[in-house]
């Protein structure tokens, strides 16, 4: 029973264009989700998050949409860059702060071309 | 660097053979959990930890056992490691109120053959 799921193994971006990542998940307990990134050989490093409280969130150059009626998130960056180049882990709690219990999906690995 | 520390990164165990993966923090967190990434899966949780002296199981527990007598330390046990125990093991942490998710160490690759 996967209850996040990230549906797209992989992407192929452009250096400079937008970068779209997409998560699904099932549970409606969830109410606090994450994005990390993933260099090989590294552990993942944490990227930036949402509460269910909101539908946007803006980083820098990330932002993190969710719709909660679709049970939907998506991670943008723009512009993209090489160094963007890892995976992508979404990952969902149904507590945002203590002790979190994530559940994760199975990572999209993105790829910037020069 | 202040951050989490496991240790061995790489290792070979033989069907049956037991060992002890060390995690260590240094940012005084509460919370530390332990996940294991199996290829093209998500990371899934096997046991967690909410202070010193307190552990609970998460999502694939069997096989493992845990234990934690300092705020620093979280090592993971395998008993009579099997070849479905083959996996990157990643040991992370936060703190009360961060809400910026977790800090992972730098994983364990670990083959039971």
């Known amino acids: 029973d996967q209850q996040v799921k990230q549906n797209s193994p992989s992407l192929s971006v452009q250096e400079g264009r937008i970068s779209i990542l997409n998560c699904d998940y099932t549970?409606?307990?969830?109410?606090?989700f994450l994005w990390y990134k993933k260099y090989p050989a590294e552990g993942p490093t944490f990227l930036i998050s949402i509460s269910s409280i909101k539908d946007k969130n803006e980083d820098g150059r990330f932002t993190v949409f969710l719709n909660k009626s679709a049970k939907h998130l998506s991670l943008h960056i723009v512009p993209s860059q090489p160094g963007d180049s890892a995976v992508y882990f979404c990952?969902?709690?149904?507590?945002?702060?203590?002790?979190?219990?994530?559940?994760f999906g199975q990572g999209t690995r993105l790829t910037i071309n020069p | 660097n202040a951050g989490v520390t496991q240790t061995p990164k790489f290792r070979i165990l033989k069907i049956g053979q037991s060992m002890t993966l060390q995690c260590a923090q240094d940012?005084?967190?509460?919370?530390m959990y332990w996940y294991r990434q199996d290829p093209g899966m998500g990371l899934k949780l096997i046991y967690y930890?909410?202070?010193?002296?307190?552990?609970d199981k998460g999502e694939v527990p069997n096989g493992y056992n845990v234990s934690r007598s300092t705020t620093e330390d979280f090592p993971l046990r395998l008993e009579l490691a099997a070849p479905s125990q083959t996996s990157v093991y990643f040991c992370a942490s936060n703190g009360q109120g961060t809400g910026y998710g977790y800090t992972f160490g730098s994983g364990t690759r670990l083959t039971v053959v």
């Open positions: 940012m005084n967190h509460n919370y």
């Open positions: 549970n409606s307990m969830f109410d606090y």
């Open positions: 990952a969902a709690s149904a507590r945002p702060q203590g002790a979190q219990k994530l559940v």
């Open positions: 930890s909410v202070g010193a002296g307190i552990t």
